[in-house]
């Protein structure tokens, strides 16, 4: 069995991908400080052939027994509110984690792919972003701590890369939603499902002229493991192309939990990138790969996730 290990594994995105290579016949050890994580992400994991799970904040070194093919390198906080509340923690994984993953890489002799993110990208100035436009971050505002983490990461990817031979994947993952997001974790997504499935208002930031692009979290894992098989240093951009306004979105919303449900407009968070949306051309070129879920099939596999969570959470 070859043998990855998946930082961040009890995440969201981590734990679909532990699930996703432990179906495509890999070993696979998942390392979690369970900040963001959870280990309900990764319960149905447990008992499968081939699955560990460590407890471990992969900031401090990183000791792992045996054969490793590849390192992801999956763990971070990832939607601006927590990293807004955990700044210092976020770099950190950014910037120490991704050295000591690295390490690991090298030592193993392993390929490493680094989740990396449209935020690299900043408030963009040009839309579609290919991969080869260098951005538009502040590195000093409330999202700095994110965007730059993940810069410094592919800086020091690529250093890896080019002193120590490592061979590398660097992946900037675009919105992503699917089951496992946490309710709370205050991303569009999980935001507006909750609120319409309790009858609520739904928060749209600004006037929700701003766009996102939303992958549907199956489609971004086959892209991650074409990469790590199938190779290119990157950076190689991985999201849906499908771009709409925030306001469409929770129109989409409204079409899905029918409801008369109002739009509350709030102010629009400090660097909000007012436009985003992948152009995967080189994704399609090198891994033949683009999303197949459509948004519409892709929220009703979401919605009844958070419909079970609220159902779970009133009963206690
Ligand atoms: N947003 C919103 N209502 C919410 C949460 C987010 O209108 O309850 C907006 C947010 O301002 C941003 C977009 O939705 O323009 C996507 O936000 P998210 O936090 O999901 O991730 P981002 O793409 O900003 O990293």
């Not at 179906?23 to 008992?47: C, H, K, M, Q, Y």
């Not at 992801?72 to 955990?86: E, M």
């Not at 972003?129 to 990817?157: C, I, L, S």
Request: proline content about 7%.
């Amino acid at each position: 069995m070859r043998h990855a290990v998946v930082t961040g594994g009890a995440g969201f995105i981590g734990s679909h991908l532990c699930e996703a290579l432990l179906g495509r016949g890999w070993a696979v050890t998942a390392l979690d400080n369970l900040l963001t994580g959870s280990l309900e992400n990764i319960e149905p994991l447990f008992g499968r052939e081939g699955f560990r799970f460590v407890r471990h904040d992969v900031t401090d070194y990183i000791h792992i027994p045996g054969e490793v093919a590849a390192v992801f390198h999956f763990a971070s906080p990832a939607s601006p509110i927590d990293y807004l509340n955990l700044p210092i923690q976020t770099l950190k994984v950014g910037a120490l984690g991704t050295h000591k993953a690295l390490g690991l890489a090298l030592a193993k002799k392993a390929v490493f792919i680094l989740a990396s993110t449209s935020e690299c990208y900043g408030d963009p100035l040009v839309n579609p972003q290919t991969e080869d436009y260098w951005g538009n971050v502040n590195p000093v505002g409330p999202r700095g701590v994110y965007d730059e983490a993940k810069r410094f990461a592919e800086a020091m990817t690529m250093a890896y890369h080019r002193y120590h031979a490592v061979e590398v994947r660097i992946i900037r993952i675009f919105n992503t939603y699917g089951p496992r997001m946490r309710m709370e974790d205050g991303r569009v997504v999980p935001n507006l499902i909750v609120q319409a499935l309790r009858g609520e208002p739904l928060t749209v930031y600004g006037d929700g002229s701003q766009t996102r692009s939303f992958c549907y979290v199956d489609d971004l894992v086959r892209g991650i493991i074409l990469a790590a098989e199938r190779g290119g240093t990157g950076p190689m951009n991985l999201g849906n192309p499908a771009e709409m306004t925030i306001l469409q979105f929770a129109h989409a919303i409204k079409k899905l939990i029918p409801g008369a449900l109002k739009i509350d407009f709030r102010d629009l968070p400090v660097d909000d990138p007012k436009v985003r949306r992948p152009d995967i051309a080189m994704a399609k070129r090198l891994l033949d790969w683009e999303p197949r879920v459509p948004l519409e099939e892709g929220l009703e596999k979401t919605i009844p996730y958070f419909r079970a969570k609220l159902g779970a959470a009133a009963e206690k």
